[in-house]
């Protein structure tokens, strides 16, 4: 197919906005909020020509980033904003999956996802890439941190004008990983409920594009590429189960979307798919209400080490929920002592140094397992979703420290033999 032919077909099928409770339908403009139900707004397409023209070939062909599957994405732009975004490693599991009893265990690893390690690259790519044909010149986000990161970097890449909003208790990492890109950072004293509240004030009186309020709808179509890229990394095939983690509950049902619209044009076979979503104690009100029976979410103040997911009143939470026991799956929530073992687990036997929403979703996973909530024999997808260099702060005094020597042998030869006397000492069996 030629390049012309396949930037035809690429916008063909992004139509507008519609809503997703009362089905009214818009433009496709800076909007997120239906003005007759209040409910969500999401974007809606006609993938009829798509399922005709698409090819397996013609995806595998493409760009070695998320706009790969740009004709599944909301802009009509021949050039989106390309910063290596998205294809990061799915990882077959030998350790982990050893250690856990499981037989077909695979991370999808979003920790070293370009340009700034988490898997918020993917939704700011696509929502300032809508932001820049809507006509936005400045752009601002509501962020527990590492939205603020990548809005900031990929704003500077697009030449857009950027502000960003965090709330003032983050992580060293997560602002200086803002701060570098020059944007204005605006520090809020108040947790991320309250920043995102502001926000919207914000947004109706300057005029700005905020990837995830005005330009929600668009923003949380990036996270479909989590499921799209997993189904062709899998071999053009759906895994059996899924376990990721939920702040909004966003990115947990777009990758249930995203396997849908893989379905829906011939893509891959139709299979009953297991999504379970992973929480922090702390921050927990989609557990408590999968745990409890409701279809509501009582929204709760966060106090967990993992604020990259501590959103207390989650926009998409009854969605999150509504996926979870439908498909048969689990919302479940661990301490934070769980969350730094998480951490530690998966450092310790796939060499994978993830953030605290990581740690999370490792430890969800380790206690649906040992649960019997996942079956061995399932083909199950972790998503690792941020890095933990970002984060030190939570493990920092939970691991070892280096040994300080002197630039001598002799020197060298005593702390060795300390440190594995040391090591004989807390040794404990191992199962891998
Ligand atoms: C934002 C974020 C999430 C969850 O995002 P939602 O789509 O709001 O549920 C998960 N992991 C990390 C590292 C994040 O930054
Ligand atoms: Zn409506």
């Not at 009214?24 to 239906?34: K, N």
């Not at 200086?176 to 004293?189: A, D, F, K, N, Q």
């Amino acid at each position: 197919m030629t390049q012309a032919t396949a930037s035809r077909t690429a916008t063909a099928s992004f139509k507008g906005l519609k809503c997703k409770e009362c089905g009214a339908e818009y433009e496709p403009q800076a909007l997120h909020v239906c003005e007759f139900c209040f409910g969500p707004l999401e974007v809606s397409y006609d993938f009829s020509e798509l399922s005709r023209t698409i090819t397996r070939e013609q995806i595998e062909s493409g760009p070695n980033s998320i706009w790969r599957y740009r004709s599944f994405l909301p802009v009509t732009s021949d050039d989106p904003i390309d910063v290596g975004t998205g294809m990061t490693p799915l990882v077959k599991s030998n350790r982990l999956a050893r250690r856990l009893g499981l037989k077909h265990l695979y991370i999808k690893n979003d920790a070293v996802n370009m340009p700034t390690l988490s898997f918020k690259d993917r939704v700011v790519s696509v929502a300032l890439t809508r932001a820049r044909e809507l006509g936005f010149t400045t752009v601002s986000c509501a962020s527990t941190g590492n939205l603020a990161n990548s809005t900031a970097a990929i704003a500077t890449r697009a030449g857009l004008d950027c502000c960003v909003f965090i709330p003032s208790d983050l992580e060293a990492g997560k602002v200086m990983g803002t701060l570098i890109y020059g944007p204005t950072v605006m520090s809020v004293e108040g947790n991320y409920d309250q920043v995102n509240r502001l926000c919207s004030e914000v947004a109706n009186t300057q005029g700005w594009g905020f990837v995830n309020i005005n330009l929600r709808p668009y923003y949380s179509e990036g996270s479909k590429t989590l499921g799209y890229e997993v189904a062709e990394q899998l071999g053009w095939e759906l895994p059996d189960h899924i376990v990721a983690p939920l702040a909004s509950g966003s990115l947990f049902t777009k990758i249930y979307k995203g396997f849908q619209e893989f379905v829906q044009v011939g893509l891959v076979d139709q299979k009953d798919v297991r999504f379970s979503g992973a929480q922090a104690e702390g921050c927990s009100p989609i557990a408590q209400a999968f745990r409890e029976g409701r279809d509501f979410i009582d929204p709760i103040k966060p106090n967990t080490i993992a604020k990259s997911i501590a959103i207390g009143n989650p926009a998409d939470g009854v969605y999150a929920l509504d996926i979870a026991r439908k498909t048969n799956g689990n919302i479940e929530s661990v301490t934070d002592a769980e969350i730094i073992d998480g951490i530690k687990l998966l450092a310790e036997t796939e060499g994978i140094f993830t953030e605290t929403a990581g740690g999370t979703t490792v430890a969800v996973l380790k206690k649906l397992v040992e649960a019997g909530k996942i079956d061995p024999d399932e083909k199950t997808v972790v998503y690792i979703t941020g890095n933990g260099l970002k984060t030190q702060e939570a493990v920092q005094g939970y691991v070892g420290e280096p040994l300080t020597i002197e630039p001598k042998l002799d020197s060298f030869e005593r702390a060795l033999e300390r440190s594995r006397t040391l090591e004989r000492l807390d040794w404990q069996p191992v199962l891998v």
